[in-house]
């Protein structure tokens, strides 16, 4: 039982490339989120969906979007990367039990 | 929103000491959980307790949902529990929301 997986893991991108983070999860839970966290912080939730086809804004959607296409995936998209969304990136999936979070992807933008 | 404040900000401790972390918030809620996160940035779930006590080894949690604070006891510590513990929690369907954390140094 893998729980909820992103990829990739690690990314350096040059200011204004365009990328796509991948969630995956295998309890089947509704509820997906991203979030992003920064030194010293705690976690930001960028985006969230509360089911297959649905998206809605978090706390810090600017620069960011979103498609939950399938129940299992959540996507998270960079259109024109800038610095300031160097950042580490968490995604996670909500059950009768709580949050599951993923390992994180470590982004730099350069 | 919801607002979540923990305490202290920094814990220093020698191995083998007891601490207790603190997370007071500012509505009531449905959903609220204790993460650990290791020196990797791994978030590791460690408790979903939205009322009531609850002990998992050395770890143990309480939450007082009238009084809108939950505590968490680390009972001799040991360099492996190093990392930032957070408090989050939600209440309904809305978004789970995230306290600073406490970031804990445990000294052989």
């Known amino acids: 039982n893998a729980g909820v997986t992103q990829t990739p893991k690690f990314r350096v991108l040059k200011t204004g490339q365009s990328m796509t983070l991948l969630c995956a999860q295998d309890?089947?839970?509704?509820?997906m989120y991203w979030y992003r966290q920064d030194p010293g912080m705690g976690l930001r939730l960028i985006h969230y969906s509360v089911g297959e086809g649905t998206t809605a804004k978090g706390e810090v959607p600017d620069g960011y979007n979103v498609s939950r296409l399938k129940k299992q995936n959540f996507l998270l998209g960079l259109e024109s990367a800038a610095p300031s969304q160097t950042s580490v990136y968490f995604c996670a999936s909500r059950g009768g039990r709580g949050y599951t979070f993923g390992s994180g992807t470590r982004l730099t933008v350069v | 929103g919801i607002q979540v404040e923990q305490s202290p900000p920094d814990l220093i401790l020698q191995e083998g000491a007891n601490s207790t972390l603190r997370c007071n918030f500012s509505d009531s809620v449905n959903n609220l959980q204790w993460f650990h996160q290791n020196p990797w940035g791994q978030l590791i779930n460690l408790f979903y307790?939205?009322?009531g006590t609850k002990q998992n080894g050395r770890l143990s949690a309480t939450t007082v949902a009238t009084e809108r604070y939950s505590l968490l006891y680390i009972s001799s510590s040991q360099t492996t529990d190093s990392g930032v513990y957070f408090c989050a929690l939600n209440s309904g369907n809305t978004p789970l929301v995230f306290g600073k954390g406490t970031r804990l140094s445990v000294i052989a």
């Open positions: 307790i939205p009322s």
């Open positions: 309890m089947n839970h509704e509820y």
